[in-house]
Structures are given as C-alpha cells and as structure tokens.
C-alpha cells in the first residue's frame, strides 16, 4: 500500500517508481486521473524513450477528452509500495505530468478520506 497525498486543489497524487531497463527506479510524483478510464499509465514519450522501456505499438488510437489521439504504447515496469508491476503504458509528446489510470483500481484499493487527510492505494 502506498501513500498518497491532496494536491493543492484536491488532486489524488501518488509517488511511484519507474523502473528503467537496467533495473534503475527513478522516483516521480504521478496523478491519479479518474478520466483516464482505459489506461494503467500516462507519460510523456521522452519519459518512456529515456527509461528504455520495449515500444509494443506505435500508434494506438484512445478517446481523449478532446476527441481520439493515437499514443504510442510501451511495456512499463513500475513499483509501488514494493511490489513490481510490468503494465502496458501510453506515451504521447505533451503530456505535461505523469498520470494513473483507472485500471489501477481493478486491483488495488483506493481510499479517499479528505476529511481525515487520508489517502491510500493499494491492497
């Protein structure tokens, strides 16, 4: 389980590792984006080129919210809370943070408790 925090306007943000090809963790802050319904995680292309990570598809088309764009789509490997995952990840140039998607809570349990500044994700 890993511990989250409120950003400045009530946004759910996580810290996370992304796990290059050697093994390498770069640690990053990531939004938790419950408009990203269809997505394990988000990031700009750089990010993805720069971590190494194997290209699965180069344009895989998705609905956005300003109509349909096409993402490349890596095999990421990210760790929360200690435990490793190997998920699909879409990367686009321009996107300006890292962002979550909602498949993470097919199986991970997300606690949100403003009132007692509680914010969990995981088991």
Not at 27 to 53: K, M, N
Not at 88 to 103: D, F, R, S, T, W
Request: net charge negative; aromatic share 8%; hydrophobic share 50%.
């Amino acid at each position: 389980m890993i511990q989250g925090r409120f950003g400045e306007i009530g946004e759910l943000l996580f810290s996370i590792d992304l796990i290059n090809s050697n093994g390498e963790l770069l640690s990053v802050e990531a939004l938790l984006d419950t408009g990203f319904a269809t997505g394990w995680l988000a990031l700009d292309i750089q990010d993805a080129e720069a971590l190494d990570w194997t290209l699965m598809e180069a344009a895989h088309p998705m609905q956005t919210a300003s109509g349909q764009a096409f993402f490349a789509l890596y095999e990421g490997k990210v760790s929360m809370g200690g435990q490793e995952f190997v998920i699909p990840v879409h990367a686009k140039a321009g996107i300006p943070e890292i962002l979550l998607g909602l498949q993470w809570l097919r199986e991970q349990r997300l606690v949100v408790d403003f009132l007692a500044n509680c914010l969990t994700l995981g088991m």
